[in-house]
Nanobody, 124 residues
Framework: VQLQASGGGLVQPGGSLRLSCAAS????????IGWFRQAPGKEREGVSC????????YYADSVKGRFTISRDNAKNAVYLQMNSLKPEDTAVYYC??????????????????WGQGTLVTVSS
């Protein structure tokens, strides 16, 4: 199983980016997918999650109303649309997959596979 995260880059405050997480070796429609981020000197934190069975979505309070998670089962991919970006959104973003989702979407222990990370820098 491999997860490939992409779409990061440098963007000005207020701008937008769309991150992609492409999977190989596993079908995403049977898995819960989470996005995490880790800023320098900080712990990895959950940003968003989409479940497999019913597509329920979860968001950290810090990104609600600005970020949107979605999945395209035909492309075996999950996306994170990030709007109104702020400097505090700067971090390495990771996608992660849970094969037996237990409901703890913000816990790194919930996830079995991780992508390599993509850097998002929000700066003027």
């Amino acid at each position: 199983v491999q997860l490939q995260a992409s779409g990061g880059g440098l963007v000005q405050p207020g701008g937008s980016l769309r991150l992609s997480c492409a999977a190989s070796g596993i079908t995403l429609d049977y898995s819960a997918i989470g996005w995490f981020r880790q800023a320098p000197g900080k712990e990895r934190e959950g940003v968003s999650c989409i479940t497999s069975s019913d597509g329920v979505t979860y968001y950290a309070d810090s990104v609600k109303g600005r970020f949107t998670i979605s999945r395209d089962n035909a492309k075996n991919a999950v996306y994170l649309q990030m709007n109104s970006l702020k400097p505090e959104d700067t971090a390495v973003y990771y996608c992660a997959l849970s094969t037996l989702y237990g409901g703890r979407w913000t816990s790194v222990d919930e996830y079995d596979y991780w992508g390599q990370g993509t850097l998002v820098t929000v700066s003027s």
